[in-house]
């Protein structure tokens, strides 16, 4: 099983990811996390704060010489902000400042609801940890999921579909070439008309002190069929991976293949019918059957079904604008309208990479838990031996 923990504050020293159950033997180097963390923060539409962090990745446990031993992976991702915040941030009673207790919350944040419940007067003890910033070393974790899943000829793409409104056209685009554009693209999408449009729709929304969200979509290939189980609700691929994908920071909607296009279509239209070809095999492939379309995004009951896992997810604007929201000060009660110097205007290319993220987490889990091992060679044995047990299936 894999599993993971994050800590740290927005602007605290640093993030820290503890990932446990990796097995002894996978390639890793802080190079490659760091890569996937600077594709984060380049896309269009971020603020100030992605100007002042340049995020690298230390890996300060479990690797030794470029290779996982088995141990916990200790991630850990510096805030360059710190410097700005050390006093303001610091564990020690001395540092105590009443004057720069934040007291006014901010609609559409963890601000009220948290310092209602956690009994706090400053609501920078909530937002700290709220903030979406704590995605940067969950970005971390999924690249060292991501790096295990290559292993085993499995990638997770994301893209944005959607945004204002504007939608990417596939035009039917094969996946690599999807990728190959989205690569190019300040806004993680496939269709470069579309993009224009939706960075055009970014800069009106910024003119207007205003903020954006959209769709993104994942798309994991080389998944074996079998990963996620029916026998219980906990245990379903599908729900684990829109537990996942929900829990990003202002994700407000997840969908499995057709989503909730599958509600407005007769049954006719939605099942994927399904197809033998004994040849198939002797191609390479892992199995005889297949299917002409993937209405089901990858997954029947709970179980991969061996096409492509597409999932989508949608972002809710950012919610701190420059145009002021109404709310009421916590401590005065007085209203104010809600306002702000310094945040994002559209962070959905970043979300498409968070979610590629939390997608590879799972992915690898549910891999973990069918061939686990605790090397590489002993799940890669696992995993050769279910292949060619399904090949003869
Ligand atoms: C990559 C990313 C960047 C974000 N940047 C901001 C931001 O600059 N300002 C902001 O108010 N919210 C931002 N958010 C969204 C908030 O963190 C989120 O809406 C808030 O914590 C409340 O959580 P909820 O929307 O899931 O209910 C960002 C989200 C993501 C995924
Ligand atoms: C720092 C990141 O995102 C932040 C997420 C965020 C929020 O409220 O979620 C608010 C902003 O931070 P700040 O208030 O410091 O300007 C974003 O920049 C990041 O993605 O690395």
Redesign the pocket.
């Known amino acids: 099983m894999l599993r993971y923990l994050t800590a740290g504050e927005s602007h605290g020293p640093q993030l820290t990811a503890i990932v446990e159950g990796m097995p002894a033997g996978l390639k890793l180097s802080e190079e490659l996390v760091s890569r996937d963390l600077a594709r984060r923060q380049e896309g269009y539409g971020r ?1 100030g704060r992605m100007k002042i962090e340049r995020d690298e990745v230390q890996i300060l446990s479990g690797v030794r010489w470029g290779e996982t031993i088995g141990s916990p992976v200790t991630l850990a991702v510096r805030n360059r902000d710190w410097v700005n915040w050390e006093e303001k941030m610091s564990p020690h009673e001395r540092h105590r400042d009443e004057k720069i207790r934040v007291t006014r919350s901010r609609p ?3 601000d009220l609801p948290g310092a209602m419940k956690y009994d706090q007067r400053d609501v920078r003890n909530i937002l700290e940890r ?3 910033r704590e ?1 940067a070393v969950r970005v971390a974790v999924g690249s060292v999921a991501r790096a295990f899943l290559a292993a085993f000829g499995i990638e997770v793409s994301g893209f944005v579909v959607e945004l204002g409104g504007i939608k990417a056209e596939r035009n039917g685009l094969s996946l690599e070439r999807m990728k190959d554009m989205a690569a190019k693209s300040e806004l993680f999408t496939f269709d470069p008309a579309a993009e224009e449009l939706m960075k055009r729709f970014i800069d009106g929304a910024r003119d207007a002190g205003d903020t954006v969200g959209g769709s993104v979509e994942i798309i994991a290939s080389g998944v074996p069929v079998g990963l996620g189980s029916h026998v219980q609700w906990d245990r379903k691929l599908d729900a684990r991976l829109a537990l996942a994908v929900m829990s ?4 407000k909607g997840v969908e499995i293949g057709l989503g909730f296009d599958a509600a407005r279509r007769p049954g006719s239209q939605v099942h994927d019918e399904i197809y033998y070809d004994s040849t198939r095999v002797a191609r390479g492939e892992s199995t005889g059957f297949f299917r002409k379309t993937n209405n089901a995004g990858g997954v029947e009951g709970g179980i991969s079904n061996g096409e492509e896992i597409v999932i989508r997810a949608a972002m ?1 604007p ?3 604008l420059y145009k002021p929201l109404q709310s009421v000060d916590m401590v005065t009660k007085e209203p104010f309208e809600a306002t702000v110097e310094r ?2 205007c559209c ?1 959905v290319p ?2 498409a990479v ?1 979610a590629e993220s939390v997608v590879a987490v799972e992915i690898a889990n549910a891999f973990l838990e069918k061939f686990g091992g605790d090397s590489m060679a002993e799940v890669r044995r696992n995993y050769e031996s279910y292949r060619e047990y399904l090949q003869a299936f």
């Open positions: 603020g559409g944040h963890a709220s903030s979406a995605t990003i920071q202002a994700i809710k950012i919610p701190t945040s994002d962070a970043a979300a968070v």
